[in-house]
Structure formats: structure tokens, C-alpha cells
């Protein structure tokens, strides 16, 4: 099955916290394969060769959810794994976090792992603004001058999508529905074009509708 709508990270963004003396650092971006996974991971690994540990989680989304994570070091189920859950709870795809450690010589317990891997994890995920993705389907509408403004305030209050007009002879609109929206789109269309507005279809497009609303943080 094909997803629609999905939340994933809209740019990298980098964080740092200590907890007894031990630094933990987040990196996080978004991905659109496994490949350009291990590609960050690797950076993350040069930026920082003397840490001890480099622990990741990513998720890469669509027919099938593929993902993985490592502890890299830590005992198991303490770092990975809280990274991951950050990922998941908060339905992110095609993302990566990676958290490097720079031990500080106190023991942390499994407890205190799970908690500092993932909050820092989760100021990562915060710091790179996630955001709704859609896949739409894209059409162009050849309208007149007279009617353009007119026609993008009720497509708007209506809920579509519309994009910066195309300025030419006549202006067209692009315009961008959801599955099944289509009868809908073409009526207002015609409707307040008095029967005028030429439609074409260009093809399906992936759109970002605004940020993610509230994120969830489960303090292990």
C-alpha cells in the first residue's frame, strides 16, 4: 500500500547535553534510503573519532517500513533502542539520529542509558523541525487575471493546496489534491470561473503541508 501523508524532518539539526560528566551529541536529518544512512552515520563517526560509542536509529518509510538501529557498545537495549523509540512514537520516516557519547568516568546504570540517549534523541528530533508530508496530484488551472484572486481564497478555504501562481498571457494555478478530490476541485474551479477555467493534469507531487504538531517524549 502506497502512503499519502507521512511525517518526516525537514532539515539536520545538532544537539549536545551532559549527564554525570558524560557528553552525548544528536545528530539528526533526514534520509531517503538506507545508503544515505550509513553515508551519515560514517560523517558523524569522522566528526567524532574519539568517542566511544555511536549509536543510531533510522527509519525509512513507504510500502514497508525498513529501519535499524545500534546499540554500538552499550548494553543492550539501552541506547538503540530509545533512539528508535523517539522515531517511532512520533511516527518520524525517512530519518536519521545518530547520539555519540564521550563517557565521563561515572556508570550510568541501564536506567540513566535509556533516559540520556533518549532525551538527547528527542531534543535532536525537536531541533529538526518535523514536518507533513502529502503526495498530491497536481494540476494546472488557466484562469483569467479577473478571476486568480478570487479563485485562490475559495480553494484555500475549501482546504486545497495551492502554489505560486505562473504569470503569462493568462495566469495558471497549480493546484494540489488529495485522492478523490478532484470532482471537487474542478467544481469550485468552474464555479467561480463562470465555466472558463482549463484544467490539466501534471502529475502526482509531494507537498509539505506545515509542521508536526505536538511531539511525545515517554520519560523512561
Not at 507521512?6 to 549527564?19: I, K, N, P, Q
Request: with cysteine; hydrophobic share 35%.
Amino acid at each position: 500500500m502506497h502512503r499519502e501523508e507521512w511525517f518526516t524532518l525537514s532539515r539536520t539539526s545538532h544537539v549536545s547535553a551532559e549527564e554525570k560528566k558524560s557528553i552525548f551529541i544528536a545528530d539528526a536529518a533526514p534520509i531517503s534510503s538506507a545508503a544515505e544512512a550509513e553515508n551519515f552515520l560514517s560523517d558523524v563517526k569522522k566528526k567524532y573519532p574519539d568517542a566511544r560509542h555511536h549509536v543510531y536509529a533510522w527509519r525509512i518509510g513507504g510500502e514497508e517500513i525498513l529501519q535499524r538501529y545500534s546499540d554500538d557498545g552499550e548494553p543492550s537495549g539501552t541506547a538503540g533502542l530509545p533512539v528508535l523509540d523517539v522515531l517511532r512514537k512520533n511516527r518520524i520516516d525517512d530519518s536519521i539520529i545518530t547520539v555519540t557519547r564521550y563517557f565521563g568516568g561515572t556508570l550510568l546504570g541501564t536506567g540513566g542509558l535509556v533516559r540520556a540517549y533518549g532525551r538527547t534523541a528527542f531534543q535532536a528530533l525537536t531541533e529538526a523541525e518535523p514536518v507533513v508530508c502529502r503526495i498530491c496530484e497536481l494540476y494546472f488551472v488557466m484562469i483569467s487575471y479577473s478571476h486568480l484572486d478570487r479563485l485562490r481564497y475559495v480553494l484555500q478555504k475549501a482546504g486545497f493546496l495551492t502554489e505560486d501562481p505562473q504569470f503569462g498571457v493568462d495566469p495558471v494555478l497549480p493546484v494540489c489534491c488529495r485522492e478523490g478530490q478532484k470532482e471537487d476541485m474542478v467544481r469550485i474551479c468552474q464555479d467561480v470561473t463562470a465555466g472558463q477555467a482549463v484544467i490539466e493534469y501534471a502529475g502526482k507531487k509531494t507537498v509539505t503541508m506545515g509542521r508536526v504538531g505536538e511531539l511525545a517524549f515517554e520519560q523512561q
